[in-house]
Structures are given as C-alpha cells and as structure tokens.
C-alpha cells in the first residue's frame, strides 16, 4: 500500500466481519478499510458474498461477528435508518424506489429529510437538472424504464449529499450509453465523497477504478489497482477466467 | 394504490361542499332523516381514520372499530362520571389514541408483518367484543358508569362546552357531527401534505427505501395509527349521540368487515371516496332493511366481490383517472395548435 494513502483518516472499517446463514459462510473474517473521498470498487464471482458484506454495511443485514465502524462509531446492528442518518446514501441491487410517487416525489423526499422546506425545493431542482431528469419529472417512478428507476435512485442517493456512498451493481440493466453517464456521475459524486461501488460488469469497472478488492468465498482475495488484477493469476482463476 | 401529494385544492372544495349540505340539509330533510344521517356521518369519521391508516399509512387495521367503540365507551363513562360531555370528548380521544399507542408500539416496533397486523387488530377488536359482553352484573362499572354488559348503557347526549344544562337537539348534533367530518377530513388532507404526511405514503410505497433515505418508519408508522385511532374515536362519539346508546356489538366482526368494505369501494389512497362509500352503503343497507326478500348480507358481500374483481382500485381513483384521461388527450391536441399556430405566425 502506498504511504500517501494511509495519511488520509479511515472513514469505513470492518473488523472480522463475518454473515453465516446457518451452515453457509458469506462472509467470513473480512477486515476492510476504506479512506475518506476514496472509490473502491468490490468484485467477485456470484456467491463470493460481496453483496451480503455490503448489506452488513448498509444495516439490512446484522452480521454474526465482527465489527463495522463508520467515521468513528461502531455500527454493527444499527438499523439502516440509523447508518442512512449519519449521511450515508445507499442504492441497493434491485432499484429500491417509490413506484408510486412521480420522480419529483421520489428525489423531495430524499432533500427534505437533511434539509428544511425552501431549500429542499432547491436541491430537487438542481439534482434534476443534474441528473437530467427533466423531461420525466412528473412521471410515476412505477411506469420507467429500468434504467431511469435506477437513475431516480441514484438521483435520490446524490440529494441527500451524503459524504459516503454506498451503491450496490448501478450500472445493472442499464445500456451502454447509460452506462458510461453513470460512470462520469460517479466520478463526480467521488469529488465530495467515498463511494463503495459493488459491480460485475468490468468494463464499467474499468471506468471508474481506482482500488479495487476481489472478494472470493466470503474472503477478501486481494486488494490493487484494476491492472494488477488483471495480471494477477490467482483472480484470473476464480473470477476474470477468459474475459479479462 | 394512486395519491401522494396532490395539494390542498381538491379538499378544500369538498369541504366546502359539506360545508354547504351541512347549513342546507336540515331546511330540505325531514327530522328523522337528519337524526338516520347523524349516524352516517358519525360512521364516516370512522371511514376516514381507515382511510387515513390504510390508504395513506399502507397500514391494514382489521380492527379500527376498536378504536370507534373504545372512543364511544370512554365518551359514554366519562360523560355520566363528569355530568356533562366536554371533557368526556377529550378523554375519549386521550383514551383510543393512548390504547392505539401502546398496541402500535409492540407492533411496529416488534416489526410485525402486514398480515399479522391485521390478524392482530381484528383479534384485540373481538376481545373487546367477549369482554365487554360478560360486564352485565352491577359489579362493573367505572366510577358511577355501569358498563352494561351486552344490553350496552345509554350514552349521555352532547351539551354546550361547559354548560351542562343545555343539552343540544337533534338537529343541533348534526351541525355538530357534520362539522366533524368536515374538520377531520380537512385535517387529513392537510396532513397528508405535510412533510410527515409524505414520508408517510413514501413508507406505503416503499418501507425499505424511506428507511435508507433515514427514516425511522417505525415512528411513522406509529404516528399514523395513533392519529387515526384518534379520528375513529371522534367518529365513536358521534356515533353513540347519533343512536342514543353504545352496545358491544359495534366491536363485532360484521362492523369490523364492513369498514373494510367503505375503504375498498370508495378507494384506497382518497379520503373522499371511503366517505362518499359509507354514506352509499349506509342508505343501501336501510332500504334494504325495508324489504325481506334479499338478504342484506347478501348484497353486500356481492358488491364487495364486484368492486375486489372489477374496480379493484375504487370509486373515487377510478373516477380520478377516467376523468384525466380525459383531459390529457385534449390538453395535449391543444397544446400542438398553439405550436402550429406559432409556426405559422413565424412563416408570414
């Protein structure tokens, strides 16, 4: 690990972390750091457990052992309202939306809950403007496509103007076009924040990477730059096989 | 299920139709169709509450008539031990929301699943039902207040606030069970654009995001159920001043079914819509009363099936969303003349 990193404070650490579902281990004894404004990318075959160790973060899950320390408080067993209110936007696997609401609706909710009304207002506005969002505003959540169902909760992620980030596979369903503007949006949201982004698709990985870790049987196989995973034989063999 | 924040305008205009019926009525009705309405009105307000909990809250209450009958026995007790109705009034409501309160937190805070909820309120409803029918000795009673057992007790009649040698007339209680409604159906409306209001139907929509967007849906939650019990107890005071009496029977299973079956004609997600079902039904049922060749039961249970299989979204949505429809097509045709027009002025 390079010395310039270490300088700057740990915001996410897990110590031991393990999630077991009767005989199965998800996770298993994973310690886990990640810096403030870093961009970690986490990747693994199907079943290496990447998603239930993002779910112990999150708080939907309560993880059989171990430690999860956000900023300076553990957070083991808190409930996800409480990891949501420390300032942490979550995006889960499958689009977590109101179905219901209209995309203004969605995206208000998410700004009134830091902010009070006028300014809320604003920071809908601009979060649509951003995410352009426009031409949909009034439109139900439960009647688009799939990839702007994510882009709305994406967009609910970034008006809550959290300072860490957690998203689970944000460029899942989306097309290539979408892709890459997911991509640059994450980019830009890492300028404010720390992203942890879960993700099987590798070109996108490629886009966005800086660190990545490989999980593998519930473990942390091995932590570098996308390159060097790339080369190295041992992730090859359990999750790049042929494609890399 | 439709809604969210629609604004205020729409409650504003039916409540100042109400407000209309409720000064026009009494000079067009006769008096025995004014004391028939008191109770329709008095079952509306219970509407409402459901309205509120399940169509907005998401939360299915099988037994919001316990929060109904409980407001009416606490009315009718706190009536004949203070001498007059004003206090009775608070404390009926003090009384279902505090019990809505402590049953809500176990719970929502045990995180009980929809199902079991409604499995839960329905069975608290019918204990109350078993409990209050074996109070019949002299033995039961709270204060001076016997409780009656199955044959119920008398509920004292409303009088002016403070002022208990002026009890108010029939025709009075209906100004005053008509304000009710307008007032509490105002105020859910309004509640509904608040901020909580909004998280509310956000939960109904989607608990797990609301949680992630940090909030606590189980204090929502909460809140919600305790405010609607608080209407429905509203509704109960109403009621036993309407029918003069409260008996045991309003915690039975065909009164806690037949809130159901308001809500789900006149709509999940409106609040108008289960009040304008509770006054259809209302006068369905009596004339149906009339007659002994159908089956009152009957009828409804076929109504409640046509709207499940065939309006399975209600009156009032369906009306809502027939009715943009509409409109949309020809707002839209509009909107391209004015553009065609524009070019055209632009070509001269």
Redesign the interface.
């Known amino acids: 690990m390079k010395p310039a990193r270490d300088k700057r404070p740990v915001i996410v650490e897990t110590q031991n972390l393990a999630m077991h579902f009767g005989g199965v281990r998800a996770v298993d004894q994973v310690d886990f750091t990640l810096f403030d404004k870093e961009l970690r990318c986490l990747i693994g075959p199907n079943g290496a457990g990447k998603s239930t160790f993002f779910k112990c973060l999150?708080g939907?899950l309560v993880p059989s052992a171990g430690k999860v320390i956000i900023r300076d408080g553990e957070t083991t067993g808190f409930?996800?309202?409480e990891i949501?209110?420390l300032g942490v936007g979550?995006k889960?696997q499958v689009p977590?939306?109101?179905?219901?609401?209209?995309v203004d609706?969605n995206i208000?909710?998410?700004a009134?809950?830091?902010h009070a009304?006028k300014r809320a207002r604003a920071v809908v506005a601009e979060t649509i403007e951003r995410l352009q969002l426009g031409d949909i505003r009034r439109e139900m959540v439960g009647r688009l496509a799939h990839g702007q169902r994510q882009w709305v909760?994406l967009g609910?992620v970034v008006a809550?103007e959290p300072w860490l980030v957690l998203l689970d596979e944000p460029a899942a369903g989306m097309t290539h076009d979408e892709t890459a503007r997911t991509a640059d949006l994450i980019k830009e949201i890492n300028t404010q924040a720390a992203l942890i982004v879960v993700e099987h698709d590798m070109q996108f990985i490629r886009m966005i990477s800086k660190q990545v870790t490989v999980f593998h049987e519930g473990r942390v196989l091995m932590e570098d730059t996308m390159d060097a995973i790339s080369k190295d034989k041992r992730a090859r063999e359990v999750y790049l096989g042929n494609r890399a | 299920?439709?809604?969210?924040?629609t604004g205020m305008r729409p409650v504003l205009i039916f409540a100042l139709i109400g407000t209309v019926f409720m000064f026009g009525a009494p000079y067009v009705l006769q008096l025995f169709t004014i004391i028939n309405l008191t109770t329709a009105i008095a079952l509306a307000v219970l509407a409402l509450s459901l309205a509120l909990v399940w169509g907005f809250g998401g939360i299915l209450c099988f037994g919001q008539v316990a929060f109904f009958g409980l407001g009416a026995y606490a009315y009718t007790m706190g009536a004949i031990n203070f001498g007059g109705s004003t206090w009775a009034i608070l404390v009926a409501i003090l009384v279902s929301s505090a019990f809505a309160a402590i049953l809500g937190y176990f719970v929502f805070f045990g995180r009980v699943s929809d199902v079991y909820l409604g499995v839960i309120t329905l069975t608290v409803t019918l204990i109350f039902f078993s409990l209050i029918r074996r109070t019949s000795g002299p033995e039961f009673k709270i204060g001076i207040a016997q409780i009656g057992g199955f044959n119920g007790v008398t509920s004292p009649p409303l009088n002016l606030p403070w002022d208990t040698s002026s009890f108010l007339f029939p025709e009075q209680v209906f100004y005053v069970a008509m304000a009710a409604l307008i007032l509490c159906y105002v105020f859910c409306g309004w509640l509904m654009n608040t901020?909580f209001g909004?998280?509310c139907?956000?939960i109904?929509?989607?608990e797990?995001?609301?949680?992630?967007?940090?909030?606590?849906?189980r204090l929502y939650k909460l809140g919600i159920f305790t405010i609607s019990a608080g209407i429905a107890a509203i509704g109960g005071v109403l009621f036993c001043n309407g029918v003069g009496r409260i008996t045991p029977d309003v915690f039975n299973l065909y009164n806690a079914a037949l809130t159901i079956i308001w809500v789900i004609v006149g709509g999940r997600g409106t609040l108008i819509g289960p009040i304008a079902a509770t006054f259809g039904l209302f006068y369905l049922t009596s004339a149906l009363g009339g007659q002994s060749t159908l089956n009152n039961n009957l009828v409804l249970g076929v109504i409640l099936i046509f709207f499940v299989l065939l309006v399975p979204k209600g009156v009032a949505p369906t009306i809502t969303d027939w009715v943009a429809r509409r409109r949309r097509p020809r707002k839209a045709s509009r909107r391209a003349r004015r553009t065609m027009r524009r070019d055209e002025g632009s070509n001269a």
């Open positions: 999150t939907q409930e996800p309202h949501a209110s979550i889960t977590n939306v109101f179905d219901g609401l209209t609706e208000w909710l998410s009134r809950r830091w009304a909760e609910m809550a | 299920m439709t809604g969210g924040n901020h909004r998280v139907v956000g109904r929509e989607n797990l995001r609301a949680e992630l967007l940090g909030y606590d849906s």
